[in-house]
């Protein structure tokens, strides 16, 4: 599985990867986080997770 890690920003002058923001309501805003994008190659898939940067 390959997987690719940024920090989550708010839209603005960043040109980092945007998430929709359905997948954003069960974070608290007030926290930062870091995206991981885990590809699964057998099933060809993206999975998307949160990490809270501590």
Known sequence: MRELKR????R???FETT???PLLFH???KKKY???FN????QNRWYIDF????
């Open 7 to 10: 920090k989550l920003y708010r």
């Open 12 to 14: 603005g002058s960043s």
């Open 19 to 21: 998430i929709p923001m």
């Open 27 to 29: 974070l608290d805003s």
């Open 34 to 36: 870091y995206v991981r």
């Open 39 to 42: 590809y699964d190659k057998k």
């Open 51 to 54: 990490e809270t940067i501590k």
